[in-house]
């Protein structure tokens, strides 16, 4: 029988992926798109690429002038949206997951991952960078864990959190993040939100506790042929249920 999930556990392993999902918040919030794609790429689907790209042409986003000023829930919306499209451009990409797409629960992490970066964001918007805070807002809408605000903050030592980490999760492995001035591939954007996804597999038994999409999404998903799109809705409709829970949370805590 497997060992209970602590709240130690959990905030241990949010706390690293919280810290690894700033660098991708910043690459986010810049203009153009995160990712650049190779023409000629074969694992690339150039139709929903250039459909995404397409969408996001002229969209106000952040660091444009205005941008602090307008209310908190559009720009919620902004991130919702953006995260959406950083998600189905990885979802173009076949294959990457190798033989570990198969064996793991590979919605349920990539879907709380997603969901994780989301939150993340939606509170750096309401100017909450205190990491113990960010650990228990992602514990509660992801996990529905009331983690204390002593154990989510942890010591502060973000080397010893990885080292915990890399041994709940052994098959963690390193991937490149987004650099300023560098371009950053499809291939690279599936691989680091794959990397976020095996940290919390730490945590596997939490993941189905997470945000979901509605019953006739799921449903959908099981088709075939249209398998692809009920997913895709599935998710898009659970990170707007994230970012609900998740802005109240953050209202009940008194931050708004």
């Known amino acids: 029988m497997a060992e209970p999930i602590t709240d130690q556990h959990v905030a241990v392993v949010l706390r690293v992926f919280v810290r690894r999902c700033e660098p991708m918040l ?9 990712v ?6 074969p694992d690339v689907d150039r139709s929903i690429v250039d459909k995404v790209k397409a969408a996001v042409a002229g969209i106000k986003r952040p660091g444009m002038k205005g941008w602090g000023q307008l209310p908190i829930q559009e720009r919620v919306d902004w991130w919702i949206s953006r995260v959406g499209r950083f998600t189905s451009l990885l979802a173009s990409v076949t294959g990457l997951a190798g033989v570990w797409g198969d064996r793991l629960p590979l919605q349920d992490m990539l879907g709380s991952a997603s969901q994780g970066l989301l939150l993340c964001a939606i509170a750096s918007e309401h100017g909450v960078d205190d990491i113990g805070v960010r650990v228990r807002l992602l514990a ?3 996990f529905e864990r009331d983690i204390d605000p002593v154990t989510a903050r ?3 030592d973000a080397a010893a959190d990885e080292e915990m980490v890399a041994e709940l999760a052994p098959e963690d492995e390193p991937a490149d993040g987004p650099v300023k001035g560098k371009k950053f591939s499809v291939k690279a954007g599936f691989k680091w939100l794959w ?5 919390l597999f730490a945590i596997t038994d939490e993941l189905e506790k997470r945000p979901q999409g509605r019953i006739y999404h799921k449903a959908l998903g099981m088709l075939p042929v249209v398998g692809m799109a ?4 599935g998710e898009r409709s659970a990170l ?12 009940q805590q008194g931050i708004q």
């Open 154 to 156: 942890g010591s502060g």
């Open 230 to 233: 009920g997913d895709y809705l």
């Open 240 to 251: 707007k249920r994230a970012a609900k829970r998740g802005t109240r949370w953050l209202a």
């Open 26 to 34: 910043t690459r986010l919030r810049a203009d153009g798109e995160p």
């Open 195 to 199: 990397r976020q996804a095996r940290i």
């Open 36 to 41: 650049e794609v190779d023409a000629d790429d």
């Open 140 to 142: 509660s809408v992801l």
